[in-house]
């Protein structure tokens, strides 16, 4: 069975404070989808989880919709925060080179709008969804 919890968090600092608390949960998992439209706070839920990991401060942590990927090195787990924001067909995800990080143990590939693509539906350990409710907040 799914297991689905349920956060509202009413700052950057608080979504950051619940990436920290996810990411011990996270450490085992794969790929996780990251949706929400943009400016939902998905690199934001990014810091806190690396700040979890130890892999990056939440400073370091910024968004890779121009570079596509971001790598963050943890004494337990290397992280990968993937945008497909820019990647519409298939052929385009292929050369994103996403199929070699997640067949290496120890990786955890962290997607914003993964969702775009059927696979990565099927294929996802954690899907995590955040919802703009208010100016600050966020499901």
Not at 25 to 48: F, I, N, P, Y
Not at 85 to 105: A, F, K, M, N
């Amino acid at each position: 069975m799914m297991r689905r919890d349920e956060h509202i968090t009413h700052s950057a600092e608080e979504t950051i404070a619940l990436g920290r608390e996810l990411a011990p949960t996270l450490k085992s998992a794969r790929l996780v989808l990251l949706r929400g439209d943009l400016g939902a706070g998905k690199t934001t839920l990014v810091k806190g989880i690396a700040e979890g990991l130890h892999a990056a401060s939440q400073e370091d942590v910024t968004s890779p919709t121009f570079t596509l990927i971001h790598e963050y090195r943890g004494p337990e787990v290397k992280i990968y925060h993937v945008d497909l924001y820019r990647i519409d067909t298939p052929r385009e995800l292929d050369t994103v080179g996403l199929d070699e990080l997640l067949s290496e143990s120890g990786n955890l590939v962290l997607i914003e709008w993964g969702e775009k693509f059927s696979r990565f539906q099927r294929e996802r350990d954690v899907e995590i969804r955040i919802e703009r409710i208010g100016e600050q907040e966020r499901r």
